[in-house]
């Protein structure tokens, strides 16, 4: 079927083994709700949905259904809304009938409520009072400007201050609340002046207004904060925007497992409820929901997104196993040793929770121009009251007016404001080039790094190993060797699919999986074998050809054999070279032997690296580089980076990174190549000069303006253009990071590199 | 003046009348899925027109 033309984000990595269907059954029937009526709702989350079409797909095509009540598509979630009348109405056909659309589904991960975002409703609503309310104040201002006198203006003085005061209760919540929390913990943050000043020409205009005549300076206030609120608003957009973004990528971890029963049935129970001794029965494809040592059976493991070792392990009677390991070759039963939240990656989540508190909080630059904006305007206000009480000889009132004069033309609006534009259009940039960012302040943490650290096995590489030799003649055998290699979930044979070519038709019988050892199928009446080396040699006779440990062979024929090696990601070496250009540091932790991790150094032309790390170590020497003062970049994806990830001055992962890793992470690149990182820095870079120049003009007009105020010169008209030309400068500025358009994001395809072969 | 004494509650009230149309919008949901409904307009039914 066809869509619009896909120029979305890819979300999901179509080598990544993704949590297989029974499981994502079982959790969609626990997260099932059921409704008054008897049908039952089920939330699926879609991540390729990526145009109106798409909704218009899905919904004809379910609404087609049998036993589906109601579809309803959700374009900016990417989740569909499914109710299914009945009880006995299973939502398997429907999952099937959308993975048969071209729309793989998986369950709405639980924090992705159906669009329910209290915080936003707030800012929102806020917004749209403090925007009624200045329209309207605002109209009646425009009479009093012109010149409206007496009886009128005292008659628009008080409308707009019954217009004002619940419109400044109501939407100066925000920052009253953030005032105060800043406040109590002796802190100052943007929102101190904000709601002082606020404040103060709400209750001096209501004086002004009760003693008769005199300034108000309603629409100041409000107006203030309706810019503040659309700042504020765009920022929170952003946020979850990219939030949702990230939490929408395909859920690696099982959120439980099925536990064996007497009579050999299983029975699918969540990860809270797994205790240790249960059994349980772990196939291939699937992960181990829990630690355990294997029962029952043989198989290969990858344990990359753990440990971050690049070749599978063997598990045998007796190995134990890891939570979150993927069980590559055989089903295997498992007793479980330790429940869920004291497994491994439970662990990595507690160290990972302390490296967040350890951290230390970062001041945003916004807070830290406040540290010096907020005393700075308090002080001339207080200036300019005690000069004017001097001058005019004890006069309070026209002092304290212009006492408050001055603190209401230093508007902080434009710093509100140029702050989260700024960082609101680098996110939309970002966001396009297929990177997900978390929070306004990585972006400033980006911009000040000064080192780079990379994990190797799923960061540097690509996680799946690629054939670089192979002895497998072309023609027949390796038409062989391919059909059987496609039976197996094992990387190398992914990687030997993707390298032979079949170019005859073979037909194979008794194709079948050895668990630890490889393919073996017959053809042609003998019997073949593809896998490890021993067992391969066990049925050929003759020559062997070619180097490596892995084989493939016909029975009474010679043995081939292949090497494979790890493969760069796209855009790695150039990516280190241009952090190198730039002054950046660059070092390689990773948990694989000493061995695989040089040899990949040397290739790429780093330095440092270290090998064998443990999670705690890659913690460890991120806290001693903080210590250094050095502003450490973290770039990794398993769950054993995932508490560096976590600690680092900013860390980035890929999207094929565990679950764990990408919420971790600040940034998540979807896309394959590593120019990600650098990319990200550039635009880090230069949305820092534009929001250094946005602070240099707010500075210029506060230069302009200040003496304004201070020589009493100030009035409502003066106040209201002053505010709103700021405002609109500093906004234009930040929009500029649309214009300067940087070097563009090559989308690079991967393309397997084909295997040298002998010739037949 | 007395016009005024009319007009501007008038005034205010359409515009609070507005307000609160806004805020129901909100509460109901109509700003959850702001793409979608952008797209839902192009959409065709497929019911011939006789």
Known sequence: ?760 | MTSLTLLIPVAIGLGVLGLGAFMWSIRSGQYDDVEGAASRILHDEDKPIT
């Open chain 1, 1 to 760: 079927m066809s869509c619009c033309t896909s120029h979305g984000i890819a979300e999901l990595a179509t080598d990544q083994v993704a949590v297989p269907k029974r499981a994502l059954i079982e959790e969609l029937k626990a997260n099932a709700r059921g409704l008054a009526d008897g049908s039952v709702n089920y939330l699926l989350s879609v991540p390729v949905i990526h145009c109106g079409n798409c909704i218009a797909t899905i919904e004809s095509t379910l609404s087609k259904h049998p036993g589906v009540k109601a579809v309803r598509a959700n374009l900016s979630l990417r989740q569909v809304s499914v109710t299914l009348d009945g009880q006995d109405n299973s939502i398997a056909p429907v999952l099937d009938a959308l993975d048969a659309a071209g729309f793989p589904a998986q369950p709405a991960s639980a924090t992705a409520e159906e669009g329910k975002d209290p915080e936003f409703r707030a800012l929102v609503r806020a917004l749209a009072v403090a925007g009624f309310a200045s329209a309207n104040i605002m109209l009646l201002s425009v009479a009093v400007w012109n010149g409206a006198e007496g009886a009128t203006k005292d008659l628009f003085h008080l409308i707009s201050a019954l217009i004002a005061i619940p419109a400044v209760a109501f939407a100066g919540m925000p920052f009253f609340r953030s005032a105060i929390a800043a406040l109590s913990r002796r802190r100052m943050n943007m929102d101190v002046p904000i709601s002082l000043g606020v404040t103060l020409a709400t209750f001096m205009s209501m004086y002004e207004i009760f003693i008769g005549g005199g300034h108000a300076y309603f629409d100041a206030a409000v107006s203030l904060l309706f810019f503040l609120l659309i700042g504020r608003t765009l920022d929170h957009m952003m946020r979850t925007k990219a939030r949702a973004a990230a939490g929408r990528l395909a859920r690696l971890s099982a959120k439980g497992g099925f536990v064996l029963g007497e009579n050999g049935e299983t029975v699918y129970t969540p990860l809270e409820a797994l205790r240790p001794g249960m059994v349980l029965r772990v196939s291939a494809g699937e992960r181990f929901p829990v630690d355990g040592t294997v029962l029952d059976g043989v198989s290969d493991v990858d344990r990359a997104l753990v440990t971050g070792e690049s070749d599978p392990q063997r598990v045998v009677l007796g190995t134990g196993v890891e939570a979150g390991t993927l069980n590559l070759t055989g089903a295997v039963d498992i007793r479980a040793t330790r429940a869920a939240r004291d497994s491994f990656l439970a662990e990595v989540t507690r160290m990972m929770s302390a490296a967040e508190q350890g951290r230390g909080s970062y001041t945003r630059i916004a807070d830290r121009m406040a540290k010096i904006y907020s005393p700075a305007v308090h002080l001339l206000a207080l200036t300019s009251f005690i000069g004017w009480m001097i001058w005019t000889g004890g006069d309070w009132h026209t002092s304290l007016t212009v006492a408050v004069a001055v603190l209401i033309i230093t508007c902080p609006c434009a710093l509100g404001l140029a702050v989260p534009v700024a960082h609101v259009v680098s996110a939309g940039r970002l966001f396009d080039a297929g990177i997900l960012m978390k929070d306004g302040s990585a972006l400033e943490r980006l911009e000040s790094m000064t080192d780079a650290v990379f994990d190797k096995t799923g960061t540097l590489t690509t996680g799946e190993p690629v054939l670089r030799e192979t002895a497998i003649p072309q023609g027949e055998l390796a038409s062989i060797a391919r059909a059987m290699a496609q039976r197996s979930v094992h990387p190398a044979s992914r990687a030997l699919v993707k390298s032979l070519v079949t170019s005859q038709a073979v037909t194979l019988t008794d194709v079948h999986e050895v668990p630890g050892q490889g393919v073996e199928a017959i053809v042609n009446g003998k019997r073949a074998r593809l896998g490890r080396l021993e067992w391969v040699s066990e049925i050929t006779k003759g020559d062997t050809a070619g180097q490596g440990n892995s084989a493939f062979g016909v029975e009474g024929k010679g043995l081939y054999l292949s090497v494979f090696s790890e493969q760069l990601r796209s855009g790695a070496r150039q990516m280190l070279a241009d952090l190198k250009q730039r002054g950046i540091h660059a070092t390689v932790l990773s948990g694989d032997s000493e061995a695989n991790v040089s040899s990949l150094a040397k290739n790429l032309g780093l330095e440092d690296y270290q090998a064998g790390l443990k999670p705690g170590d890659k913690l460890t020497f991120l806290q001693d580089a903080a210590g250094h003062g050095q502003r450490t970049l973290m770039v990794g994806d398993g769950l054993n980076d995932a508490p560096a990830l976590a600690a680092a001055h900013v860390s980035m992962a890929p999207s094929t990174a565990s679950d764990v890793g990408r919420n971790a992470a600040d940034f998540v690149f979807t896309r394959e190549s590593l120019d990600a990182v650098s990319f990200a820095y550039g635009v880090a870079q230069r949305t820092g000069k534009i929001v250094r120049q946005n602070f240099a003009l707010a500075v210029l007009y506060n230069v302009f303006a200040v003496p304004l105020a201070m020589s009493g010169q100030l009035n409502p008209l003066i106040a209201a253009i002053a505010m709103s030309t700021s405002s609109i400068i500093v906004v234009a500025n930040s929009l500029r990071l649309q214009l300067l358009r940087p070097e563009k994001r090559e989308d690079t395809v991967q393309t397997a590199p084909q295997g040298r072969m002998l010739p037949a």
